[in-house]
């Protein structure tokens, strides 16, 4: 069974630093670039971070110069380093990818994991 598991999350004071790791397992034939998101209360889930197809990185505007993913194909994770934290960068991360189990290709989900800064 394919599952992505996060772990790092917590709380923090502001200018703090996080770092979040995404691993997948399971019956994995091939697997998409991964991508952090995250969704603070009230508001929609957003993309934060990625890999793209060509191995270039991408950042919302929001946490370029602070956020840095990062990756270890050989472990199938991912990480987000997160510097300077801010209040507002509260909210539950999950990673994402697509995974192909030799069946069919899949959108998979981690099960989240919090991150609170306090002021």
């Known amino acids: 069974q394919v599952q992505l598991v996060e772990s790092g999350g917590g709380l923090v004071q502001a200018g703090g630093s996080l770092r979040l790791s995404c691993t997948a397992s399971?019956?994995?034939?091939?697997?998409?670039?991964m991508a952090w998101y995250r969704q603070a209360p009230g508001k929609q889930r957003e993309l934060v971070a990625q890999?793209?197809?060509?191995?270039?990185?991408t950042y919302v505007d929001s946490v370029k110069g602070r956020f840095t993913i990062s990756g270890d194909n050989g472990k199938n994770t991912v990480y987000l380093q997160m510097n300077s934290l801010k209040p507002e960068d509260t909210a539950v991360y999950y990673c994402?990818?697509?995974?192909?189990?030799?069946?069919?290709?899949?959108?998979?989900w981690g099960q989240g994991t919090q991150v609170t800064v306090s002021s």
């Open positions: 890999f793209t197809s060509s191995g270039t990185t």
């Open positions: 399971g019956r994995i034939f091939s697997i998409n670039p």
């Open positions: 994402n990818t697509q995974i192909n189990d030799g069946w069919s290709l899949r959108d998979y």
